[in-house]
């Protein structure tokens, strides 16, 4: 299904409604009563944009596209009730009945939009209503005589399902795999799960890793996990190096050997560790470095950093 937000200038929508302020407690639905052939989601989006027809609604939906009309915050006209709970707390959906649409399919876009309005605002399931709820009116009119065998409880149950389908593609979709090696370069919390989760755990801090390069195998939105830091932290504790793998032996003495690239001193977690006069004659594994020719070298043993020229 196509989901446009074609949404009209704050003129259009002030014709047809109290003005904004909705407070979005409730989603109602309709149908549009309108079998005409033709008599579908743009067309009604259409005469919405264009003059109107003295009341309205925030979207229309077909039998392949739902069209939002009005932002959500306007009370609009479409609930019958003056300034009522339906017309001032409520966002409305018209469900197409044209002739010429395929019933069910737009029925079941209807339910597909409304699941997706309700999470987008936040409402419960339980505050989906018919038109009929505010003034009696006998509205959604083929719905509440079960046409096609989709009774009211029927359409809520679809409603429920693809409430839950979208939560199950959401997690799926947002928890992305990767392999990027990076250098801890700031101190960040290290939490069982993303920051963002409620029922997080603090399990550490990057604080005791500066320097270190590790590999990230995990992205959920600005976070990254760690195997070997065992948990997830923001992006904003790492930084990109250069990926190597070779073997160097330490000939020159006179270089620090530190926890950090010396270009990265000004960091106020910088260290000096020792010398590489310690460590002449000794071959290390090198697996990062900070540029291409020259540079700092990532000791992948000691997790520890130094100048290139030492191995010279
Ligand atoms: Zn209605």
Not at 160 to 171: I, T, V
Request: glycine share 8%; charged share 25%.
């Amino acid at each position: 299904m196509k989901i446009e937000r074609l949404i009209v200038p704050d003129s259009v929508s002030q014709r047809v409604s109290f003005g904004r302020g909705n407070t979005k407690k409730y989603l109602t639905i309709h149908q549009t009563g309108n079998t005409s052939k033709g008599a579908n989601a743009l067309a009604h989006h259409k005469l919405q944009a264009r003059s109107g027809v003295g009341y309205g609604w925030h979207w229309q939906v077909d039998d392949h596209e739902a069209i939002q009309t009005h932002s959500h915050d306007y009370k609009i006209w479409h609930a019958g009730d003056g300034k009522g709970s339906g017309n001032t707390e409520s966002i409305s959906i018209e469900i197409c009945v044209n002739i010429d649409g395929d019933y069910k399919k737009s029925v079941e876009n209807g339910a597909k939009i409304a699941a997706l309005i309700l999470k987008e605002e936040n409402i419960n399931i339980n505050k989906m209503v018919q038109h009929n709820h505010w003034t009696g009116k006998d509205c959604p009119h083929e719905i509440r005589m079960g046409k096609d065998g989709i009774t009211w409880t029927v359409f809520v149950e679809m409603v429920k399902k693809y409430l839950n389908e979208n939560e199950k593609q959401g997690d799926d979709e947002e928890v992305e795999d990767v392999t990027i090696r990076r250098v801890v370069l700031n101190d960040r919390a290290i939490d069982n799960l993303p920051n963002f989760c409620e029922d997080r755990n603090n399990v550490g801090n990057t604080v005791d890793y500066i320097g270190f390069v590790v590999t990230l195998t995990k992205k959920w939105k600005e976070y990254y996990y760690s195997k070997y830091l065992n948990g997830w932290i923001h992006e904003s504790a790492f930084e990109d190096i250069i990926e190597c793998n070779f073997k160097a032996t330490v000939k020159n003495a006179g270089y620090s050997v530190d926890n950090l690239p010396w270009t990265k001193r000004e960091n106020k977690w910088y260290k000096h560790i020792t010398s590489s006069d310690e460590l002449l004659g000794k071959e290390f594994t090198i697996t990062a470095r900070t540029q291409e020719n020259g540079g700092y070298f990532y000791i992948h043993e000691l997790a520890k950093w130094i100048d290139n020229r030492a191995f010279e």
